[in-house]
């Protein structure tokens, strides 16, 4: 074979050209895995080769050696020689595309249709998302640039994985003196929003094939969390009262984790009641069960003060408590947090500390920050005359102009209501033709695992709506229903 | 019972003292909680209490309502009443603690005896930090700054949970041309650092049980990753010339995913060779595994070129490549990426989507206009130059002053020095003393599943240690290592 020949034709010269270097290199590669330069086969002389280039020798040699690191070739005192390959490496060259076998882990999740909102957050009516416009962006850039610098270098490296002690200290008092939880910074844990708690409770305390309850309708992201840990999952209906729980349940399938929303069950807004909140922390109890109770906007009480957490009910409950900033602050912040109880926290914490990597400290520290100086609470304060503005709005814009039979379900709480249709109603035609129309609220049947005709309704955020587009809204939305009703 | 004389010792009053209605509250659902108020008895009148307490009736009145909307009692025509309880819910108050079962799940993270690095950047020699002194702060800030200004308030919303396009094009971009990734943004997942990404691919392309493979030494957060997903784990043997697969492996236990580090073996600095490289290709192509490249710290290399990244040796490797801003930019950024393999992206995305819920969109779109207008690649040369200088130093100070035998391992590229010390000196003793002495390098031995004799050595960062400080530290480093020596 004539190697020289292979290689001699001219490199390219001139601007918008590589370098003549990395050129070379490329074209050997290419020549070597094509297999025109074969394995074995000598090499032309660095010298040789640069004649014939017209190019330094010393580009050559450079490529030689870099092609030596990378194991393409090997040089030894008889030259430069193409690095020996086995049968498989050979046939790794002749490129065909690998079987595309779907593991089953893949399967799985793809089964779980995604019926999600969009989230779109300038769409009107997006349940969950709070009123991006109205926050306070200018303190909190200043508040981000203040910790940027005072922050020493060092707070650019790893952190401590379960996060920033500052944020944590601050979360421990907050939690305490606002929703009467019993905790203290050592049982904190930050992580990627209730999302990365809720996977941390399932690889924490579950083996794959144990049991999950959750709510129905409920919190899509709980199913998804549990089906990541392969967990068998049951979901339970709620009422007006919160998930109500059959005493088969507990013999038939008993739960090692129970995820609930007691202070304003997503999406229906329901109270979990004191009975069954001291009744589930008895049976889990006995069961060896955990509760992960996710307190993801009980914050925003619209009449009296906001409910009080479960988990500080009673001493030593058997309750993981989830919070999350997303909605108090914003979505894209991700910062969430869960507080272990106390019977596991020593035990627990040196896994934590192997599964998760910290990380986003100035963010964390700007929270910290933005806590302990009151600027915190003050937008809570804002946020909550805001919201309870637009839910009123909302409420009366249903009563005036959606004009079709609801029922308004449970809700003085939050970012959204959630209103329930007559069955000839169906929600998620009406959800995608009111995206059509610019709305985005939310079908409460795609809440459900196995929906009911009782689970047919909209679930309307207010969080990110201004109080005087809500007649218009809603006669919009009275058009998009009236387009799907179904005739019987 | 006389409950009014039970509810009628005097509230605080005064500075410091919480709101009455607040004190009431708590005061009622103590005195329920404990049973005083018992299931069913009647509290007294609004006016009643009122008058005993010497407050506005309503202030009761809102604490009546607050604990009918949190279930303590109910109201109706007769009065108020404490709720009725089941035997459960009254078991419940009696607080016991619940029995503290350790889940098979917790128990064997536990297993994990943490020997990581305690990652303290401010020690010099930690591994894998980068010079945070030198990283560019204040065009960081103002890069933010600009990002936040310009951010529309919907951006602080929920975003794509793969990841903000814009940094992902960005991404992309750079694989290509610096890396020889074959890629566009749509096969790009930006995750929590690195430790996201193989977290992803585990959920993603494996069931419990399966086989993973894993180089020995080699990086820990794989192991975690490969643990939490319930694998099981073989840890395979690196030489000079990368991971070596005995050929029984492929036949006794074939893998499902393969970790391995090609371009910069860690911590011993092999490079993969391109027969193996190949090789390993091929074979997994035949078994259906899928590789998992991860490329942490290459674009550091301080001889020629950066080695070409695995995944682009051959179209459709069955490659997913992992990559992180933990070394080029600052390890707290925690801003990894993933790319997918062309053979599954399609297929997985949707699962992805399930599976992560973004977040940290300021950072991300930072990033992306970092990369953009060429401060990134501006920082990753002024590093590069940086980090020879400092492995430079740190060569001839090993050579003149640990004075005792050792090896350097491979190593022309990143920011650690691996250095196999003879048996009598054994390495986490050493590691233990040198902490005492204010330096932070790693224990090889304690990168091994299970550590064989030639695994005794140290890793020695030199990221965030300046070149002139080499000649002491070295000095000390032989001290302490001469205070571990055994004699035998």
Redesign the interface.
């Known amino acids: 074979m004539n190697t020289s020949a292979l290689l001699a034709s001219p490199l390219a010269r001139g601007p918008g050209s590589l370098p003549r270097q ?1 050129q070379l ?1 490329l074209r050997l ?1 290419k020549a ?2 094509a297999g025109q330069l074969p394995a074995g086969g000598k090499l032309p002389s660095s010298r040789a080769l640069a004649e014939e280039l017209d190019i330094s020798r010393n580009t050559v040699l ?1 490529a030689y ?2 092609l030596t ?4 070739v090997i040089a030894d005192r008889q030259g430069t020689r193409v ?4 049968a ?6 002749r ?12 399967r799985r ?2 089964s ?1 249709v ?1 019926t ?1 909102n969009a ?4 769409l009107p009516m997006t349940p969950g ?1 709070p009123a ?2 109205q ?1 306070p ?1 200018n303190a ?2 200043r508040a ?2 203040r910790a ?2 005072a922050a020493p ?7 401590n994985p379960v996060g920033e002690p500052a944020l944590r200290e601050a979360i421990a008092q907050y939690l305490r003196v606002s929703r009467g939880v019993r905790c203290d910074a050592s049982r904190i844990v930050i992580t ?2 209730a ?2 708690a809720l996977a941390l409770c399932v ?6 094939g144990d049991t999950a309850w959750l709510e129905e309708p409920g919190y899509r ?1 709980a199913k ?1 969390a549990f089906h ?1 840990g ?1 967990l068998d999952v049951l979901a339970l209906r709620v009422d007006a ?1 919160g998930i109500a729980i059959p005493e088969s349940a507990w013999r038939e399938r008993p739960p ?1 984790l129970i995820q609930t929303t007691p202070s304003h069950q997503y999406p229906t807004g329901a ?9 589930l ?6 069961a ?1 069960a955990w509760i992960i109770e996710d307190d993801y906007d009980s914050e925003f009480r619209h ?3 906001p ?2 957490a479960m988990q500080g ?6 309750v993981l408590y989830v919070g999350t900033f997303s909605k108090t602050m ?5 910062l969430g947090f869960l507080v272990l ?1 106390e ?2 926290a020593a ?2 914490m ?2 934590i ?3 998760l ?7 964390q520290l700007t929270m910290a920050a933005f806590i302990e100086n009151g600027q915190f609470s003050r937008h809570l304060g804002r946020m909550r005359r805001l919201y309870r503005e637009r839910q009123a709005a909302l409420r009366d814009a249903l009563a005036s102009h959606l004009g079709i039979e609801h029922e308004v379900l449970g809700g ?1 709480s939050g970012l959204h209501l959630t209103v329930r249709l007559p069955p000839q109603f169906p929600d998620q035609d009406i959800v995608r033709q009111a995206r059509r129309m610019g709305m985005n609220p939310g079908a409460l049947s795609a809440f459900a695992v196995s929906p009911l005709s009782e689970d047919n309704g909209l679930v309307i955020g207010y969080g ?1 709506t201004a109080a005087d587009r809500y007649p218009a809204l809603l006669r919009r939305l009275k058009e998009a229903a009236l387009e799907c009703r179904k005739r019987r």
Chains 1, 2 share one sequence.
């Open positions: 990395r290199i590669k070597i895995l450079i050696e870099q690191a990378e194991g393409f690095a020996p390959l086995s498989a490496a050979s046939g790794a060259m490129a065909e595309p690998p079987p595309a076998k779907a593991p089953a882990t893949a999740l793809a779980i995604s999600r989230n779109d957050a300038s998302t991006l416009t926050f962006i909190w850039r981000q640039d940027l610098q270098a060092a707070t650019l490296g790893y952190g990627e929003g999302q990365g690889q924490l305390l579950t083996d794959p992201g998804s990541g392969d009262d090692r109270v979990l009641s004191l009975a069954r909140r001291l009744n922390i008895e049976r889990a109890r006995q060896g009449q009296g003060e409910i009080a009910l009673v001493a030593d409950a058997p914003f979505p894209a912040l991700r109880p019977a596991i035990q627990a040196p896994s500390v192997e599964m990597r910290g990380g986003h400290r100035l963010e003085h990110n």
